[in-house]
């Protein structure tokens, strides 16, 4: 099981979760996704502890209480869903033409 922690601060750091979590048990755990543009933090992160009833604890005591100037969303993160391939990826479907030049190719 793994723990969804949302509304974080961009400040927050994997150790500053660390040190939450460990209040309710051992954090085996920390993923800190940050944007691959800027690699800010996102405001989300993922916890995992040794068992389901450290993570129970957890997410009853901070689901919804103020940290780091933010109310926490803590919940039981959900799986992730497949994408579809269908709108995204490959060569077709947005149908942006090149138009004019006469014919020439740089490539």
Same mark, same amino acid.
């Given at each position: 099981? =793994?723990? *969804?922690?949302?509304?974080? =601060?961009? /400040?927050? %750091?994997?150790?500053?979760?660390? %040190?939450?979590?460990?209040? *309710?048990?051992?954090? &085996?755990?920390?993923?800190?996704?940050? #944007?691959?543009?800027?690699?800010?933090?996102?405001?989300?992160?993922?916890?995992?502890?040794?068992?389901?009833? /450290?993570?129970?604890?957890?997410?009853?005591?901070? #689901?919804?209480?103020?940290?780091?100037?933010? #109310?926490?969303?803590?919940?039981?993160?959900?799986?992730?869903?497949?994408? &579809?391939?269908?709108?995204?990826?490959?060569?077709?479907?947005?149908?942006?033409?090149?138009?004019?030049?006469?014919?020439? =190719?740089?490539?």
């Amino acid at each position: 099981m =793994s723990i *969804y922690v949302g509304n974080l =601060s961009y /400040q927050v %750091t994997e150790e500053d979760l660390k %040190t939450a979590f460990a209040e *309710y048990g051992k954090v &085996s755990r920390v993923q800190l996704p940050t #944007d691959r543009e800027t690699g800010r933090v996102r405001g989300f992160a993922f916890v995992e502890m040794e068992t389901d009833s /450290q993570e129970e604890a957890a997410i009853q005591a901070l #689901d919804g209480a103020e940290w780091m100037g933010r #109310d926490l969303k803590v919940n039981k993160a959900k799986p992730r869903e497949e994408r &579809s391939g269908s709108s995204r990826g490959g060569w077709g479907g947005n149908n942006r033409g090149g138009g004019g030049g006469g014919g020439r =190719s740089r490539f």
